[in-house]
C-alpha cells in the first residue's frame, strides 16, 4: 500500500522487519491468521499477518483545559449529537 495516511489511520503498528509475521500470500486458505501490523519497505508499505494483536503502548490523556484570549482557562468539551456533524469542539469558559 502506498498511501502512508491510510496506515495510520489503521492505527496498526509499522514495524521494520518482517518476522515472524507473514505476508498475505504465505497465509492464503488459513483463517487463523488477521492483518496485525504494516511493514515499511522502500516503495510503501505490507500488511503483515499474525495469529495474535500486537499490544500498542497507549499515550497519556492529553491536557485538555487551555487559556483564552483574556487569560481565562478554557475547557474544550465534544458532545455528540445523532445526526449532526461532530467535528468542531464547543469551548466551555471557566470563570
Same mark, same amino acid.
Given at each position: 500500500?502506498?498511501? #502512508?495516511?491510510?496506515?495510520? /489511520?489503521?492505527?496498526?503498528? &509499522?514495524?521494520?522487519? =518482517?518476522?515472524?509475521?507473514? $505476508?498475505?500470500? #504465505?497465509?492464503?486458505?488459513? /483463517?487463523?491468521?488477521?492483518? &496485525?501490523?504494516?511493514? =515499511?519497505?522502500?516503495?510503501? $508499505? ?50
Amino acid at each position: 500500500m502506498d498511501n #502512508e495516511l491510510a496506515v495510520i /489511520g489503521s492505527e496498526l503498528p &509499522v514495524l521494520q522487519a =518482517k518476522e515472524p509475521y507473514k $505476508y498475505l500470500k #504465505e497465509i492464503t486458505g488459513n /483463517g487463523a491468521y488477521y492483518q &496485525v501490523a504494516w511493514q =515499511k519497505l522502500s516503495d510503501g $508499505y505490507v500488511a503483515l499477518y499474525g495469529t495474535t494483536s500486537i499490544q500498542i503502548r497507549s499515550l497519556p490523556t492529553l491536557n485538555d483545559i487551555f487559556e483564552d484570549e483574556e487569560g481565562r482557562q478554557c475547557r474544550v468539551k465534544q458532545t455528540l449529537k445523532p445526526g449532526k456533524h461532530n467535528w468542531l469542539p464547543r469551548l466551555n469558559n471557566k470563570s
